[in-house]
């Protein structure tokens, strides 16, 4: 059972995807991590995020993922980076590392891969990102596309912020969630866009419970009816 979750960002999809894997047994892979992960790699190399810098980086860049249970855990070659790719500066870099031709291609890759190899030993997979259900795996089972208000998303995130001690402005991250939208759905390769199959699910008035619970009816639903 492959599940896909796509959506911009704040519209809950991280923590709906974890939970509902969680709670189906299935494994959680945040695409949007490996992204991450690629960024630091560029940080790493101080290499810029263009064509000529995919090309000098890429070769010697592995990005890995393994599991804790379903804890997911992201490797630069041996290393754990889990914690590293949350960094402020890895946020700035990763918009413009993923709209790179060939770092799409080695993601996509490697997570179409990675989600077949844990779908066979877990019997199933929840993926988030922008384009699990468009360009990684168009034939999912179960496509989920998640919206909610931009005013409702950047109250969100900034909470997110303040959790962490970053105190900052309703104005300030209601202005980035709005210029991340821009950046995710009009670029030239894997926009954000919901694909024709999917089920939307608007999550601006709802709980976490009810949007996991959203997701595991219908994975469920799914695999009694086959629709
Ligand atoms: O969901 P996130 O904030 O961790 O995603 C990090 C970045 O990666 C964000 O700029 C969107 C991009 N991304 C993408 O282009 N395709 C995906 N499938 C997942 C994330």
Known sequence: MIVTIDGPAGS?????????AEALDYVYLDTGAMYRAVALGFLRAGVAPTRDGAAAVLPSLHV???YDGPQMRVFLED???????????VGQTVSDVSTLAPV?????????????AQDEVHGGVVLDGRDTGTVVFPEADLKIFMVADLDERARRRQQEYAESGDERSLDEVRAEIAERDRQDRHRDLAPLRRAADAVELDTTDCTIAEQVAFVVDHVKAHSKWGT
């Open 12 to 20: 809950g999809k991280s923590t709906t995807a974890r939970r509902a």
């Open 64 to 66: 890995g993922v393994r």
């Open 79 to 89: 290393e754990e980076v889990t914690s590293q790719i949350r960094s402020p500066e």
């Open 104 to 116: 799409r291609e080695y993601m996509v890759e490697e997570q179409r891969r990675i989600g077949r």
